[in-house]
């Protein structure tokens, strides 16, 4: 049913009311009754019943009799109060006085000291008559104050008797529970009857006596009694507080509310009684939260929804601007909308979920948690809950999102494409799909941001302007999820936030750890907001501490970092040029191996002032080739008298070592051509790295400006001459710089310089990702690279190898060398000697 078919006193209570209240009474204005009907009644139904009756009688405005129900007879005294005058208050049935009348009788509706008075007559003493009523009998009847039952009795007395034999506790001990159970003495008395009644209810029929029984036997249990049992749920065994009664026993509220059930009106299901609808049917909760007659406009989006939370004002909020507030979860330790917020064990919602209830699914037969019941109750899972079914958009089997008016039902993938899908933003008005509050992804972002950048004042201090404005040129949606769903950003945010001074690396290494840290800081280096910095050596000076933690000596480690910091560091400081990955990593194996001899020495009974160029080939001798890259350090250590005169061989690797075969080679570049499937950058890479050599270090340093293209002839700057890219490679090359794929070019504030962007905006793609990426295709980088070396190396000159391929002569002509290219060519020039002799 839809708003524009309900009747007027449901769409339009409170104008129905004001228009019968002005007819009967001109003295009242209609601005002035709806501000009272708002004011007096602050549920909704209860002005949609209101408005159903005055609509059905008005003169129960004017009748004054004691017959006119409760919610007429507080808005005529609302009004009366107000000076209206041609209202009548209804009298009490019983005394004829114009009260408020808050109770009933046969002859209608009396006021409260009537009612008071008829409930006096109805519990005189049965002793001696007297009216002042002070409790009942164990048989239930009345008794006052000068007979009250068993005066000469003390219960905590006789319970205490009663259980000390069969609990094994103190009887001081049993008097305390007793009194923490039930405090007031007709509710020990109570307790006390039903004990001496059925002895068995602290064994196994708690349910049926008092609710205070349940108490006592949890409290009894917590102290050790011997034989006590908790008393049961008789329905479900549930161990818990057994609150209510149904069929005169005592059970939990679950099947309580079980046993309160009725058909709903709209999905025929025995549920819970939720509500009614507009014909007075009863309906169940979810069935009554999608019924238009219950939805409202929302303060906080503007969306007409269900309420769940009234504001101070007399508005409401719908269930998505009802955010929890934020707390660190006691089970997850997220930072997130928890629930329990204020108490000292909140808990989040995913945490929530998880700690719900499980139990066997009765369609896939698989013990998960309870999402959802059958007609009969029985338990559902979340997939079997809430099956597939044909979108009527695309035809296919999906899981129905959204229900639209008329009956149509689409998936996920045909709403966000529906116009029903797109609302007016309630800031900006850009009709465009909603994040939340009714607000479109751009202002959510900007509201976010203020609120998580906020100080203690609740201003976001200058310093930080920089970086609010960089994250506000991001993706929108990028930037809500950092800061809803990712508790490390968002803590890194707050961080900042309550940090003071401006904002520099130095800050993003104490607000944030490693990962979150360098992305932020690679965001407001592309921006403008901090100066570019050497990453690469940066990150090797922050892992050189972690390292040297590992050797215990504090001499032998004071030594290693002076090397470090003098030697292999050093050179990098003193390069024009920021440092490369391959530089770190061969800085990182440097440090490493050194660590590791000071490792492998205590092993040996030896340290590193005792050491002998023994142990130095021992250790050697006895490893894998990485272990010639201690020879700097020896040397180092000579010079500076920190040992005695020790050395180790140069690291040198062969060539040719580990290479490919040709035909395995042309196998993978035919691959690369031939399967459209692959990404275009892998196979850009690829067919760099196998046909023209290249690296993953320099292809993912490739950059637009590399890019030589008139529209025929498409050349690349490896060297220093461009080299021809032959097809289908050129198209590949042209699809990258039209379309770079990767993260990072959605944080850039414009296309990004790089081929082949990386995560980090601004920075391209790292060769250890790139080298992933290929092996998942199965081409190992180092083995192609050197089968594509050697077989250009046998086909061209040394001095066009260096200046097409970007390598300097000594490394072309070494590869020459090893090809083989040196001999062929020799043979050649003295068979041309021998023809001229």
Not at 537 to 546: N, S, T, V, Y
Request: proline share 7%; hydrophobic share 35%.
């Amino acid at each position: 049913m839809t708003e524009v078919e309900l009747p007027r006193w449901q769409s339009e209570p409170e104008a129905v009311v004001a228009e019968v209240v002005a007819t009967v009474d001109p003295s009242c204005m209609p601005q002035a009754v709806t501000a009272e009907v708002e004011r007096v009644f602050r549920q909704r139904p209860q002005r949609r019943e209101l408005a159903r009756m005055l609509e059905a009688d008005p003169c129960l405005l004017t009748s004054g009799l004691p017959q006119v129900p409760r919610l007429v007879e507080r808005l005529i005294r609302a009004l009366v109060e107000g000076g209206a005058t041609g209202l009548v208050l209804p009298s009490c049935a019983a005394c004829g006085r114009q009260r408020p009348l808050t109770a009933t009788s046969p002859s209608g509706r009396i006021c409260g000291s009537c009612y008071n008075r008829n409930r006096i007559e109805d519990r005189r003493c049965v002793e001696c008559g007297r009216r002042d009523f002070r409790g009942r009998d164990r048989a239930g009847r009345p008794r006052c104050r000068k007979h009250l039952p068993d005066q000469d009795v003390d219960p905590i007395c006789e319970i205490t008797g009663l259980l000390a034999a069969s609990t094994g506790l103190p009887r001081a001990v049993l008097e305390d529970a007793v009194r923490q159970a039930e405090r007031s003495r007709a509710g020990q008395l109570r307790l006390w009857w039903a004990l001496s009644d059925r002895p068995d209810l602290l064994t196994s029929a708690g349910a049926h006596g008092p609710q205070s029984v349940s108490a006592l036997a949890k409290i009894l249990v917590d102290r050790g009694a011997r034989g006590v049992v908790i008393p049961l749920c008789p329905w479900c065994n549930a161990s818990t507080n057994l609150v209510n009664l149904r069929e005169g026993i005592r059970c939990c509220s679950h099947c309580w509310t079980k046993s309160r059930t009725a058909r709903c009106a709209c999905c025929g299901r025995d549920r819970p009684v939720g509500g009614h609808d507009g014909e007075g049917r009863a309906v169940c909760v979810s069935c009554r939260q999608m019924d238009p007659l219950h939805h409202r406009r929302c303060d906080g989006c503007g969306e007409i929804r269900i309420r769940r939370r009234r504001t101070d004002d007399g508005g409401g909020l719908c269930p998505a601007c009802c955010t929890n507030p934020y707390a660190v979860c006691a089970t997850c330790g997220a930072w997130r909308p928890c629930w329990f917020a204020s108490t000292a064990t909140p808990r989040c919602q995913s945490c929530t979920a998880k700690a719900r209830h499980q139990a066997v699914c009765v369609r896939c037969g698989q013990l998960r948690r309870v999402n959802n019941r059958t007609a009969d109750g029985e338990p559902l899972c979340a997939t079997c809950g809430t099956p597939p079914s044909p979108c009527d958009g695309c035809g296919k089997t999906y899981r129905i999102s959204a229900p639209l008016p008329g009956g149509r039902r689409l998936c996920q993938t045909c709403w966000t494409k529906h116009p029903s899908a797109k609302k007016p933003c309630v800031r900006c008005g850009v009709v465009t799909r909603l994040f939340h509050r009714g607000m479109c992804p751009n202002c959510a972002r900007d509201r976010s941001l203020r609120d998580v950048f906020a100080g203690p004042d609740g201003q976001v201090r200058p310093e930080l302007h920089g970086v609010v404005d960089t994250l506000r040129a991001l993706d929108a949606r990028t930037v809500l999820r950092w800061v809803h769903k990712t508790p490390a950003r968002r803590a890194a945010f707050r961080a900042l936030a309550t940090a003071t001074g401006p904002v520099t690396h130095q800050t993003l290494d104490t607000v944030a750890d490693g990962h979150v840290a360098d992305h932020l800081r690679a965001l407001l280096v592309a921006h403008g907001v901090l100066a570019v910095r050497d990453e690469q050596l940066a990150q090797i000076e922050q892992w050189l501490p972690k390292v040297l933690g590992r050797l215990p000596d504090a001499a032998e480690r004071r030594i290693v970092e002076r090397w470090a910091r003098w030697q292999p560091l050093r050179r990098l400081h003193r390069q024009a040029a920021h440092t490369s990955p391959g530089q770190a990593c061969g800085t990182r194996q440097e440090i490493r191996s050194v660590v590791r001899l000071l490792e492998w020495l205590p092993a040996q009974g030896s340290s590193l002032a005792a050491c002998t160029q023994d142990h130095i080939d021992a250790y050697v001798a006895t490893g894998p080739a990485e272990r010639l890259r201690i020879r700097s350090f020896l040397h180092w250590t000579s010079r500076h008298q920190h040992t005695r005169a020790l050395t180790a061989p140069f690291y040198t690797s062969s060539l040719a070592a580990d290479i490919i075969a040709a035909d395995t080679r042309w196998r993978l570049v035919h691959r690369l051509v031939s399967e459209p499937d692959i990404a275009v950058r892998d196979r850009a890479a690829g067919l760099l790295l196998l046909l023209f050599a290249q690296p993953p270090s320099r292809i993912c340093a490739l950059s637009r400006d590399d890019v030589l293209d008139d529209g025929t002839t498409l050349r690349l700057r490896l060297g220093t001459h461009p080299v021809e890219i032959p097809p289908p490679l050129d198209g590949m090359l042209r699809e990258l710089v039209r379309h770079p794929v990767g993260k990072a070019h959605r944080l850039e504030p414009g296309p990004s310089r790089w081929l082949f962007p990386g995560s980090r905006a601004g920075r391209p793609m790292g060769p250890v990702s790139l080298s992933r990426r290929l092996k998942a295709l199965g081409i190992r980088p180092r083995p192609t690279r050197n089968a594509s070396l050697m077989d250009l190396a046998a086909e061209l000159p040394a001095f066009v190898f260096s200046r097409l391929l970007g390598f300097c002569e000594q490394t072309a002509a070494n590869w020459m060398a090893e090809s083989g290219g040196d001999e062929a060519r020799y043979a050649a020039h003295r068979a041309r000697g021998a023809d001229r002799v």
